[in-house]
């Protein structure tokens, strides 16, 4: 059976490990020398997993057009909101992507990752994760904290995104179907 094409977006500020973060899970390794983002880019990873099998197409981002990427983020089914846990601006910018994303009346509705990235540095935490699992589960997000140098949760992270796009595909698809037997329920 061929796989099921998903598309992520992964958005968050300047150097909160964005592209690291790809670089690790589609290629299990961060890059030797990390260059700031220009424009977007995708990269392509195949999940065949007992859990679930899709193809998901991931788009990388640049922290710095947040303007620009405001007017195209439309459309994307999953999206991974990343900060830095040592970096409270890049914690209130994801805080910001969630209440916009979330805002859409886009059906089924987008599936979000909070995550909070650079786990592997236990010094100069300035957001705790009891605080990002607070606002993730008030705002139904999946939430988890990672790092493209240890590979903590990186693939956890990713599946998770796209199981529930799968699962909100699927509840989508019989509420249609709920909808069009209650519109022909007197015909
Ligand atoms: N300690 C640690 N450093 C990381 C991790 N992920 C990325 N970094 C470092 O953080 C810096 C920025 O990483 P990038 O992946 O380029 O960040 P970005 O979010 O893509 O940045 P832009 O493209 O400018 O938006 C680099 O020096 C990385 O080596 C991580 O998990 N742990
Ligand atoms: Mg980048």
């Known amino acids: ?6 598309e992520v977006i992964i958005l968050g500020n300047s150097s909160v490990g964005k592209s690291s973060l790809l670089s690790c899970y589609v290629n299990g390794k961060i890059p030797e020398e990390s260059q700031p983002t220009v424009g977007v880019e995708f990269l392509v990873k195949t ?3 007992p859990e679930i099998n899709a193809k998901l197409k991931i788009w990388d981002t640049a922290g710095q057009k947040r303007d620009i990427l405001r007017k195209n983020y439309t459309n994307f089914p999953g999206a991974l909101l990343v900060y830095d846990i040592h970096n409270r601006d890049s914690y209130d910018a994801v805080q910001e992507w969630t209440l916009e994303l979330t805002a859409r009346k886009v059906i089924p509705r987008i599936v979000i ?3 909070g990235h650079q786990a592997d540095v236990l010094e100069d935490r300035v957001v705790a994760t009891e605080e990002a699992e607070r606002f993730a589960k008030r705002n139904g997000l999946i939430f988890w904290e990672t790092s493209s140098v240890t590979n903590l949760n990186v693939n956890r992270c990713f599946m998770d995104v796209a199981i529930g796009i799968r699962n909100a595909r699927i509840c989508s698809c019989f509420e249609a179907l709920l909808h069009k037997k209650q519109s022909n329920w007197y015909l």
Request: glycine share 8%; no cysteine; proline share 8%.
């Open 1 to 6: 059976m061929v796989a099921p094409g998903y």
């Open 47 to 49: 999940i065949a997993e």
């Open 113 to 115: 990752a909070l995550v």
